[in-house]
């Protein structure tokens, strides 16, 4: 069964900081893996998408990788800015098109 | 942790006919559900947002006139595809949020195929 953890739960930076939020997962037979901002009140946001067969997927200041056999992903945010301040999630997805999301990580970006 | 479910799991149907698909908050009470559908090799992309006791908010894209959703009560939405064509073939998925709108507890998802 597919678990999904995040690391760290909360995190804190002074705007300007480059910063990089963890992902791990149990069954590396993962179809994809997709990084989404959640802001209160709002529906989720699709940052990025990389399928089993990538290794990194860029978008702007981000970036995410996968490493299938360490089963591990990480959402690189670079020179952060107060309005990245929301709660990222990250979820691996199955071939049938299942979500299995972790917990988040709210991030705070201080001016 | 807050429970969410959807029912059905999985659905066949052939093209013209309408389906519903039913989320449930189990142990709180929703005052928002979101609905999300997702194609194959795409990410997850959010329908429509919708309040208990008043009408959905549609993304752009999103015909709501095909994807009907209803929010009666704090513990269940609907989201019924009329007429549904082949091309709405996708995997839906809901979720809810208490009055904190901190958190959204997922629903195990809806695989609707249109034949």
């Known amino acids: 069964k597919q678990e999904v953890t995040q690391i760290p739960a909360a995190l804190s930076v002074p705007e300007g900081e480059n910063l990089v939020l963890n992902c791990s997962f149990t069954?590396?037979?993962?179809?994809?893996l997709q990084w989404f901002r959640q802001d209160p009140g709002k529906g989720l946001t699709s940052l990025l998408l990389i399928q089993s067969s990538q290794r990194e997927q860029t978008s702007g200041r981000l970036n995410a990788s996968l490493d299938k056999s360490s089963g591990r992903s990480t959402l690189y945010i670079a020179a952060s800015q107060p309005g990245d301040s929301a709660t990222y999630l990250c979820?691996?997805?199955?071939?049938?098109?299942?979500?299995?999301f972790g917990k988040g990580t709210k991030l705070s970006v201080k001016p | 942790g807050a429970v969410v479910s959807q029912h059905p799991s999985r659905v066949i149907c052939k093209s013209g006919t309408s389906v519903k698909i039913e989320c449930r908050s189990l142990?709180?009470?929703?005052?928002?559900m979101f609905w999300y559908r997702q194609f194959p090799k795409q990410s997850l992309m959010l329908m429509a947002t919708?309040?208990?006791?008043?009408?959905?908010?549609?993304e752009q894209g999103v015909e709501k006139d095909k994807f009907l959703i209803n929010h009666a009560s704090l513990t269940l939405s609907t989201l019924t595809v009329t007429s549904a064509h082949p091309e709405d073939s996708s995997f839906y998925i809901c979720?809810?949020?208490?009055?904190?709108?901190?958190?959204?507890?997922f629903g195990p998802g809806t695989r609707l195929l249109v034949l």
């Open positions: 142990d709180f009470q929703a005052t928002t």
């Open positions: 919708s309040n208990e006791g008043s009408k959905a908010t549609y």
């Open positions: 979820a691996g997805g199955g071939s049938q098109g299942n979500l299995i």
């Open positions: 979720s809810a949020s208490g009055r904190d709108q901190e958190t959204q507890y």
């Open positions: 069954d590396s037979a993962i179809y994809n």
